[in-house]
Structure formats: structure tokens, C-alpha cells
């Protein structure tokens, strides 16, 4: 069974908690350096969720505001994965107000080592943190990934660095950023696509064609 945790993997998108148990909005979790991945249809992570998400629908995008949260190839603002959660949730708190939803568990309940998980959700956006391996809610936990699936707006309070698209394809991504690679991933009988920047931001596809996600930060397997 193959189940993410978008975003303990990066709403509407993974890198989540990459689980297997409740349901989070869909998230994949693939670790740039490592390649391994965790995918589902329906993203997952493990213990029981706070409430049900409710994804943005609103189709018309509004302008960042002008002191706009930005989602870096290494983290948030000049938070980079590997801070304290307690440290990165007060800056969403400052910038964004409380998440829409958040889900914790273990990472990836196959796993009796596995570290636990949580992850923040506003919006499009997922903010992924996870403990140690062998960890329970107690443990303390580090900010690992964000995820942002491209069909949503982000919140106004937030924004993507500079010269990553969101209206694009993995061939125009390939000539926009002509050092990224695009690798297939198999997960059993399906697969998906996750093409790397240089910088380390990454976007994801169930095909070849067009990305549905962009993250950045780690994602890991869970099957």
C-alpha cells in the first residue's frame, strides 16, 4: 500500500506526512538527493486528522501582498529545513493566521521506526514537519518540505520565489531550466514524474506532460 503525506512527502498537492492511514489532501513525498517517493491519489497522512481540509476553490489568483511569505528552494523566508517547528509555525502564524487544517501521525505506519509527522495546510500550500525516527506526538519535530499543487491559488499572504512558473510544462521547464532533470518513478503499477531545478525546488506529475505540484524540501516512501 502506497499512501503520502503531502508534504510530511509538501494541499490539493503531497510532500506531505508521507502515511498510510487518514486522508490529508494528495500530496507525493521524493527526496531530491535520495529520488525515493510516496504517492497517492488521494494523499495520506497517518493518525487521525484534526477536521476535514477544505482546499481553496476560488479560481481568480489575488496579487502576493508586499511582505508575501516566499516559499524558497530551501524552506520559507530565511527559515530553511531543519528549524524547529515551533520557530516556523510562528512565522505562518505572523504572515498567513492560522492554518486552514492540519493532520499528524506517524509518517508511515508499515514503518515501527518511523518518525512522527505534521503537517500544516493553507490553502494550495502544505508545510510538512517530522521527527526522528521512532518518534510519537511528544517528539520534537523539524520543518522538512512544503508542497503547493498548481491547480490552486496560494493565499495572498504567500508567493513563490522568483522565476519558478506555475502555468507551465515539464518540456518548457527543461528549457527554462536546461541543468534540471525529469525522472520517472515507478510506485507499483503507477508512476509519477518529478522534474529537479538545480536549486533544489522540484515539481511533480502523474504523466510527462504538465506538473500538478511544486515543493521543495524532502520526500520519502511509505509502501
Known amino acids: 500500500m502506497i499512501s503520502s503525506l503531502r508534504a510530511?512527502?509538501?494541499?490539493?498537492?503531497?510532500?506531505?506526512?508521507?502515511?498510510?492511514?487518514?486522508?490529508p489532501p494528495p500530496v507525493v513525498s521524493v527526496s531530491p538527493s535520495a529520488g525515493t517517493v510516496s504517492?497517492?491519489?488521494?494523499?495520506?497522512?497517518?493518525?487521525?486528522?484534526?477536521?476535514?481540509?477544505?482546499?481553496?476553490?476560488?479560481?481568480?489568483?489575488?496579487?502576493?501582498?508586499a511582505n508575501a511569505l516566499v516559499l524558497q528552494p530551501k524552506g520559507i523566508d530565511n527559515e530553511n529545513f531543519g528549524t524547529p517547528e515551533d520557530d516556523v509555525e510562528a512565522?505562518?502564524?505572523?504572515?498567513?493566521?492560522?492554518?486552514?487544517?492540519?493532520?499528524?501521525?506517524?509518517?508511515?505506519?508499515?514503518?515501527?521506526?518511523?518518525?512522527?509527522?505534521?503537517?500544516?495546510?493553507?490553502g494550495g500550500a502544505a508545510f510538512l514537519f517530522q521527527s526522528k525516527a521512532n518518534g510519537n506526538r511528544n517528539s520534537k519535530r523539524t520543518f522538512t518540505s512544503w508542497v503547493v499543487n498548481l491547480e490552486q491559488p496560494l493565499k495572498p499572504s504567500m508567493r513563490l520565489a522568483d522565476g519558478y512558473p506555475v502555468d507551465t510544462t515539464f518540456a518548457k521547464l527543461?528549457?527554462?531550466?536546461?541543468?534540471?532533470?525529469?525522472?520517472?518513478?515507478?510506485?507499483?503499477?503507477?508512476?509519477?514524474?518529478?522534474?529537479?531545478?538545480?536549486a533544489g525546488i522540484w515539481y511533480r506529475g502523474d504523466d510527462n506532460k504538465t506538473p500538478t505540484d511544486i515543493?521543495?524540501?524532502s520526500m520519502g516512501t511509505c509502501e
Do not use: H
Open 8 to 23: 510530511l512527502s509538501a494541499a490539493g498537492a503531497v510532500l506531505i506526512l508521507a502515511a498510510c492511514g487518514t486522508n
Open 39 to 65: 504517492a497517492s491519489s488521494s494523499a495520506s497522512a497517518s493518525g487521525t486528522p484534526s477536521g476535514t481540509a477544505t482546499p481553496s476553490t476560488d479560481a481568480s489568483p489575488t496579487a502576493p501582498s
Open 91 to 122: 512565522l505562518l502564524t505572523a504572515k498567513s493566521g492560522k492554518p486552514d487544517d492540519s493532520y499528524s501521525g506517524p509518517v508511515c505506519e508499515l514503518n515501527d521506526a518511523t518518525p512522527y509527522g505534521r503537517q500544516l495546510l493553507y
Open 174 to 198: 527543461k528549457q527554462e531550466f536546461p541543468r534540471g532533470k525529469l525522472t520517472r518513478i515507478a510506485l507499483g503499477e503507477a508512476a509519477v514524474y518529478v522534474f529537479r531545478t538545480p
Open 215 to 217: 515543493g521543495a524540501g
